[in-house]
């Protein structure tokens, strides 16, 4: 049956689904191709097991389809099957990866990742797997790693509880090759001599299982030989038969400590596609060294039942010596010192470990070379229940803890340097990373409450807070009073310690927050600036970057980010006043106030402003209430500074302020709010936008709405190379119809033309129809509007991507989440009855207007979003009965289809395309 195939299908192939790189073959199209059938076939099978439960549905471009349970058993558990994004999906990891045997091995997230990769796609690939072998010198661990293999293979249910674990050395039978292979395959009787019975052999004892063979360059060549068969086709011999197959499922590991390339047949190697080195204990780290060192001793602690003290300096002497023997010599010598020291006092409750209890060989290596420091206690307790992360949560220092959680701050941030990972999964992870730290600040902290100083410094973080919340309306939640103050508390005065290469990183990482968290800064610098002004408390870029995304994380939410707006005043507290009046009666923090003395000078008024312009971001406007003077001098005070509207207004009251406030609560246009205040106040007043350095944009817009602007927006930047700093704007088609060049947007930007599906007619703003985009005519007016601030090389990268992104199927794609290639089809199945019944043949220009609208028409109809307003609609059903008529009938096919019904105002749009002329093609 075609659904057992499907599902069979994706079980196999799931575990290889990656979040980048080709993952077609979990598309409907592909699968289609695979099993030879139609496409809707597959996706009404694939969507019939979504609803089951049984597939996952990523709702992407193309979409695709993933087996649920083995997604489960390669990946993470996760809770839903249906996805909008690879990267939702993926949200659901946690953060410290699955919990899964592997992640109990210290170096699981370090030096050992790798080598874990490799050695799930080894378990996971069907049919037995795939055989492994693992090569590295002595005491690093594979034969732990064998044995972590199987108890992996066990958990994710790829081999069953009962499986056995067959461990065979052939090191033991290196001298006699002929009893090692029949001890791997078994013999009959009189194979050898005193061989009297048939015995089975490793192999077959492994049945289900897994064989570890270790030390595996002792196996000879004719051993090999045999191998690859069985790894080749799944049947052995054994010793003395020479006939006949034995049959065993098993999977294979390997170890060796040799070359690879000087000890096997090639063809044996050939058979194992898996190879994983395991590094040395040295290029492991010190943090994984440590790990290995308190991992021996709290083994030592329950096994002689004793607590053990351990100075500092002794485990430097361990980190900084190198082990031959690797992890293996470090055991033992843990073990030795351990042994030795116990042996001294046995009736003693604990055994204290020193620099002279260790060998001397360690010794007089430290003599050699200068010791590791470790910023540890003078002595650390170990218990015999103690764990090795709660040793390193009191041992390691917190600036560390910082530090580290930075570390992987910025791998995230490196990853979307890369564009490995989306803004929203960058996002999602640093602020997961940065509220665990402060979490853990929080709550494994409590113990500190009664220290004096944090005492003090919580007590002023709740007044800076409570000050913030009153003056800027900013609401913090409880817990981050402590956790900002446990913070302070423990932070160095000093910028971590970082190479060129991490500065940079870290300098490129506070540009992305000025650009893209700029609430969250703005607020992080106004608290910087309260905490040093009343605390002796230094602040570094690193501490600006944590603090940032520590508020971004809490979802902080500021009133009024908007239109920025501050009453100017003469007198004592006449500025506050108004505003704290207004403020109250808007129920809202709208108005900052400036009280200034009589003699006060433009200066200083001026100074006032500048500062509050840097502190705010006032690009979306600002309004300047002043109780008198000149609105001359105070714009050429502040003109360089300004980057968006301002609007200063004269004679202030208390009641001015409040109908201004109520305009700006409600989101009027300034320029509507100076019209309603000459109507209602005695006012002058003046506009100003910034006149220099005007920023370049495009404008897309569409007539009817802003849907299709929108989705022009996206699909002209992503043409258009970042560097030429040419912003794609969408506007609304009817404001620009409307006002014409007095619309503010040509105040605030230096607009080069805009695209859409209708002229708007401005005067000396040059405009380009998407149907001349989409065919290549309107590719010498982009040129020579943009030949002035772009190079050839820009000029073709950008008539590359246009050719690329404006083709009519991907435009239409971009418009619409229907079945693209259908969808036109059906349209132009409308459009030939349009032309029968009109008796006229469309160009291709209104053909690709036509095609375009009413792609866009049909999602909104299936949506129940349809548009239902149009100019003169009276007018227009009186005077075009015939012309609805047609439409109606010639569109009728999409209305069945789709089950949808084509309103009037939807059918007069349609009209206005019909009848539209272009300017450089006048025929129908």
Known sequence: ?????????????????????????????????????????????????????????????????????QFEKCFFGIKGNKYNSIEELFFQKPLDEEKDKFSELIGFKGSLEKALEQIKTSIFYPNNGLPIILSGPTGVGKSLLAKYIYNYSVEKQVISKDSPFIVFNCAQYYNNPELLSANLFGYIKGAFTGAESVKEGMLKEADGGILFLDEVHRLNEEGQEKLFTFMDQGVFRRMGESSGWHKANVRLVFATTESLSENFLRTFLRRIPISVSIPDLDKRGTDEKLQFIYQFLIKEAKILNKKISISNRAIDLMLNYSFKGNIGELQNTVKYVCAKSYTKKINSEMIQLG???????????????????????????????????????????????????????????NDIQKKNVSIEYFETNVFQEVYALFDKLIFERKEENKNVMIQYITASIQEIFRYMEINYNIKFNGNSVYAISYFLYIKSEDSLEWNEEQRKLRDSLYNYILKNNKLEHEIAIKLIKLIESKMDIKFTIDDKIFLSFYLKSLNIQQSNNGTKTVILAHGYATASSIANVANRMLEMNMFEAFDMPI??????????????????????????????????????????????????????????????????????????LVENLKEHNETSYKILYPEENKKKVIVTSCFTGMGTALQLQKLLQDSIPEKLKIKVIAHDYERLKTFGMNEALFQLYDVLTIVGTADPEIKHINYISLEDLMSGRGENQLRRILQKIADENDLKTINDNIVHNFTLRRVIDTLTILDTDKLLRNIEECLDNLEIAMKKKLNNEKKIALLVHISCLVERLIRHEEIDAYPNLENFIECQKDMIKTIENSFSVIEKIYNVKINLPEIGFIYDILMYQSTENTEF
């Open 1 to 69: 049956m075609l659904l057992d195939y499907i599902m069979g299908y994706l079980e196999e192939q799931t575990c290889y689904f990656g979040r980048a790189g080709d993952n077609s073959r979990f598309t409907a199209s592909e699968i289609a191709k695979k099993f030879d059938v139609k496409r809707n076939t597959v996706s009404h099978y694939l969507n019939q097991m979504v609803d089951e439960g049984k597939i996952i549905k990523i709702n992407t471009r193309p979409v695709y389809f993933l087996h649920y349970s």
């Open 355 to 413: 620099v002279l209890d260790f060998p001397e060989e360690l010794l007089e290596d430290s003599i050699k070379k200068s010791d590791i420091k470790i910023k540890q206690s003078e002595y650390i307790l170990i218990l015999p229940d103690t764990t090795v992360p709660m040793i390193l949560k009191k041992d390691g220092n917190w600036q560390q803890l910082i530090k580290n959680t930075y570390i992987q701050i910025m791998s995230f941030f």
């Open 599 to 672: 003699d006060i000078k433009m200066d200083e008024i001026a100074k006032k402003l500048i500062n509050f312009i840097e502190e705010n971001d006032v690009s979306k406007g600002l309004v300047i209430l002043v109780d008198m003077g000149s609105l001359n001098d105070i714009y050429k005070s502040i003109n360089s500074y300004i980057n968006g509207p301002v609007v200063i207004i004269n004679n202030v009251s208390t009641q001015m302020a409040l109908f201004v406030g109520e305009m700006l609560k409600n989101k009027i246009y300034l320029e509507e």
